[in-house]
């Protein structure tokens, strides 16, 4: 007869008991670490667009200086509510990191634990097992020598008892983790809810004011600085001294042809008249 056959269906029951408590051990073993992975990848994209806002804070910052007054304003304003925004994603991804990592690596010491106690109950059904086979070995060999078969049978009852404890506590230590395990993915992910919601929250507030800020650029007045640079004061009054210029020219060349028209009439009616003495 085989091991597994001489069994008791007590104890084929908890074997199929542990099976299970092995496997929901593997489960959250793994899914608690592909999570951790995760929201730890997330973290880290959120801290590279972080970076990534910086430099364009930086960048804006730069061209504002080189913009007209009231554009330069706006601009500065933006960046400055741009910038504010950064601080409150370094303080999502630090409490994302605290909240919401830092919990679910936690869990690969628990599930180390839970592994050793799962282990010891295991070597406790090991040694029922060989006791039982080794009962049944000692009832076959040794059928007439009842010395051999009860200190066989106590050993066995001894055994038993001990996988029924470590089985026992097991269970306990099982259930509790599996109320825990529940408690603290209902917290975890309400914490990184909470941390998410409260960014996009004062994001919100700060994309609202910076909106506002660029919005209320004044587009004439800066047009107005950008035409005067375009024709400066001095250039109006350089243009009217060479239209004065032009007009003193054009004077004083109508003089000189009313002066010439004047001596040539002269000139004529002179030589008229000497040709009528003649």
Request: aromatic letters at 6%; charged letters at 35%; a neutral charge.
């Amino acid at each position: 007869m085989s091991v597994e056959m001489s069994r008791t269906p007590d104890a084929r029951a908890r074997d199929n008991q542990t099976r299970k408590i092995q496997e929901n051990i593997t489960k959250v073993e793994k899914h608690f670490g592909d999570m951790c992975q995760l929201f730890a990848a997330y973290a880290r994209k959120t801290a590279r667009l972080r970076d990534k806002a910086d430099l364009l804070v930086r960048e804006i910052g730069l061209y504002a200086d080189m913009e007209t007054p009231d554009l330069k304003r706006g601009m500065k304003q933006f960046a400055e509510h741009l910038a504010k925004i950064q601080d409150y994603r370094q303080a999502e991804v630090e409490r994302l990191e605290a909240r919401v990592i830092e919990p679910l690596k936690s869990y690969g010491a628990v599930v180390k634990r839970k592994r050793e106690d799962l282990k010891a109950t295991q070597s406790a059904r090991d040694r029922e097992a060989k006791q039982m086979a080794q009962l049944e070995k000692t009832r076959l060999r040794n059928p007439s020598d009842r010395q051999i078969i009860v200190q066989a049978e106590t050993e066995l009852q001894r055994a038993t008892m001990d996988a029924t404890r470590t089985t026992k506590q097991l269970e306990e230590t099982i259930d509790e983790f599996e109320r825990q395990k529940i408690q603290d993915i209902k917290k975890v992910f309400g914490e990184f809810v909470t941390v998410e919601m409260s960014f996009h929250a004062k994001a919100l507030e700060i994309y609202t004011v910076a909106f506002q800020s660029i919005q209320s650029v004044d587009e004439e007045a800066d047009l107005e600085v950008f035409r005067n640079c375009l024709h400066p004061p001095d250039f109006q009054s350089r243009l009217d001294i060479v239209r004065a210029n032009s007009k003193t020219s054009l004077d004083h060349t109508g003089s000189f042809l009313s002066t010439s028209g004047t001596l040539q009439q002269q000139r004529a009616s002179s030589r008229q008249t000497r040709t009528d003495d003649e």
